[in-house]
């Protein structure tokens, strides 16, 4: 295994689709509820933006991954509320104590969606993760998903990514698991009180520290001892996606109203934060020219004059988008917008396309 951070790599734009398989055994995740404990903490410490970090363990078969050590975000990680990029330098350095010391594999990563209401990997997650397994010679890759619920609690979701074989790299589809929770702290998580050379590997550089304190898993209801790892069993804690217009639309406000035009256009959904941010998730963008689609997030900001502003959209990568670029509750803007969206994405992925054409080459 290595420890490399998942990294973008351009490739991923435009990976096949994974091959199906219908022998696969049930993915699980055998994990102290410690650990869960901790991934929750980073997740509540960020409630309106993405955070995550890395996991460490051991294949106890080929579809049961013991997880033996949850590791949060770095000093320096990158975010935004649809992105996040963990300090390398940081996870280079834990990661090493954790594999050389201790003798673990680097078999995952966690991240969240905060108050998104996406429970599983998003499709630009599937691109990258799909697109290092060759690149960092992975068969098999764990990835955590967290949502922040309504009522504030965070559920998780765990999936599996493998590959068939490791010669042509055809990806398997992926499967979502369950968790097989242990009781109380992990001895890796206690080990690390008691050596002070190796708390200080996990501890300098890290974002932030949690206290351990009492662990008290989250009961999921008729089913005695589990802990809500799973927003899809738990429908009240999913945000709402605001679709296209409605015959009753002229009733619902003005904003409303315009970000349905706007996704109406792009085929896309909408989520509004709680300090009125618009968040807008397009499953395929056409680029200007209509001839690559791939999958984009762009973010608007109340402007002064009581429109919504484009601050940025990414595409993989982040794209500056024109400062005049403002929505308007008017036809023109709508179709300006969209038109300086495309042609933005148009030249990224011009960029990225020659990009990768060379690295085949060569």
């Known amino acids: 295994e290595t420890i490399p951070r998942m990294t973008c790599n351009s490739m991923g734009l435009f990976f096949s689709s994974p091959a199906c398989s219908s022998s696969r055994k049930p993915f699980k995740v055998i994990i102290h509820e410690g650990e869960l404990a901790q991934i929750r903490k980073w997740v509540k410490r960020h409630e309106e933006i993405e955070t995550g970090g890395d996991l460490f363990g051991l294949w106890a078969e080929d579809n049961t991954v013991v997880v ?106 992926m499967l979502r698991g369950e968790f097989e929770c242990l009781p109380k702290q992990s ?20 974002e932030s520290i949690n206290e351990l304190g009492e662990v008290k898993p989250e009961k ?22 605001r679709r296209f217009p409605t015959a009753d639309s002229s009733q619902e406000d003005p904003l409303t109203l315009l970000m349905n035009e706007f996704c109406n256009r792009l085929k896309g959904h909408w989520t509004r934060t709680k300090k009125n941010k618009v968040v807008v998730e397009i499953d395929e963008l056409t680029t200007q020219n209509e001839d690559r689609k791939c999958p984009a997030s762009i973010e608007f900001f109340p402007a002064k004059n009581g429109y919504y502003k484009a601050d940025v959209c990414y595409l993989k990568i982040p794209i500056m988008l024109p400062d005049d670029l403002v929505l308007r509750r008017d036809e023109a803007s709508v179709d300006s917008a969209v038109e300086k969206i495309r042609e933005a994405a148009q030249t990224v992925a011009d960029e990225i396309f020659s990009q990768s054409a060379g690295e085949t080459k060569v």
């Not at 001895?187 to 890290?206: C, M, N, Q, T, V």
């Not at 089913?223 to 429908?235: F, M, S, W, Y």
């Open 220 to 241: 999921r209801p008729g089913k005695k001892g589990h802990i809500l790892t799973d927003l899809a069993e738990a429908p009240s804690t999913r945000r709402e996606k």
């Open 187 to 206: 001895p890796l998580r206690l080990y690390a009180l008691l050596d002070p050379s190796f708390k200080a590997e996990i501890e300098e550089g890290a």
């Open 68 to 173: 033996q050590f949850a590791l949060g975000p770095g000093k320096g990680s990158r975010r935004t509320s649809v992105s996040f990029f963990q300090n390398s330098k940081y996870l280079g350095k834990a990661g090493k104590a954790l594999t050389e010391d201790f003798g673990l594999c680097h078999i995952g990563e966690w991240h969240s969606h905060h108050r998104l209401g996406i429970p599983e990997p998003s499709g630009g997650d599937e691109n990258t993760v799909r697109s290092n397994m060759p690149q960092y010679g992975w068969k098999r890759f764990v990835v955590f998903i967290a949502n922040i619920g309504r009522d504030d609690s965070v559920g998780l979701g765990c999936f599996l990514f493998e590959a068939e074989d490791t010669t042509y790299w055809r990806p398997l589809e």
